[in-house]
């Protein structure tokens, strides 16, 4: 069975900093695909970013970028220039594109420090 | 653009009572899902939808019934409500041919808050 696992429950950065979210899971599959979502106090859950476990290339997407790493089974989420906006909780997920079911991990709650 | 539509937004049941979280999309996904988010934890898969008249247990199947009559609605029905419910609902879509290429991620409601008291 597929786990995913954010052993960081809390994190703060200061207004125009960068910080990394951590993020590992663990699957016997060789495709899969990996996500961010975000989750502010509005509650919608927002898709930030997506990674193909067949491409080497970290997927980035302005001010967010990942470092995958496949054998590690490891996937961080690196978020530049933060901003206040970007206070939220952070999931990441895994699927298994012949299960259609997404993964969530537990979360990280981070919080941006004018 | 509507994306996923999901009514209502609260709810308080009482035990025993019955309830169905209405979802529709508009994007002509083929796949639909609903999600439960607990307290501090992440989302876990109820039930999904491969297209219409197909649907499938996920993790947390028991108390819950789905139908798909038709690509825009999935509604989740509650037959008989028990606190253990209480949950933040999700409903989701995406579209998929099932090549590996082909998937985008998913597009989510904005929640339903239920209560069970």
């Known amino acids: 069975a597929q786990t995913v696992t954010q052993s960081q429950p809390e994190m703060s950065v200061q207004e125009a900093e960068t910080v990394t979210l951590s993020c590992t899971y663990d699957t016997s599959e060789s495709n899969y695909y990996l996500f961010w979502y975000k989750q502010p106090p509005s509650r919608q859950m927002i898709l930030v970013i997506r990674?193909?476990?067949?491409?080497?290339q970290n997927a980035t997407e302005n001010r967010f970028s990942v470092n995958f790493q496949k054998a590690a089974k490891s996937f961080s989420l690196k978020i530049s220039d933060s901003q206040l906006g970007d206070t939220a909780m952070y999931f990441c997920a895994f699927m298994n594109p012949g299960a259609n079911n997404l993964f969530f991990g537990t979360g990280t709650r981070l919080t941006v420090i004018p | 653009n509507a994306g996923v539509t999901q009514t209502p937004k609260f709810r308080i049941l009482k035990i025993g009572q019955s309830m169905t979280l209405q979802c529709a999309q508009d994007m002509n996904h083929n796949y639909m899902y609903w999600y439960r988010q607990d307290p501090g934890m992440g989302l876990k898969l109820i039930y999904y939808s491969v297209g219409a008249g197909i649907t499938d247990k996920g993790e947390v199947p028991n108390g819950y019934n789905v139908s798909r009559s038709t690509t825009e609605d999935f509604p989740l029905r509650l037959e008989l409500a028990a606190p253990s419910q209480t949950s933040v609902y999700f409903c989701?879509?995406?579209?998929?041919?099932?090549?590996?290429?082909?998937?985008?991620?998913?597009?989510f409601g904005s929640g339903t808050r239920l209560t069970v008291v």
């Open positions: 989701a879509s995406s579209y998929s041919t099932g090549d590996i290429t082909s998937n985008y991620g998913y597009t």
């Open positions: 990674q193909e476990a067949y491409k080497q």
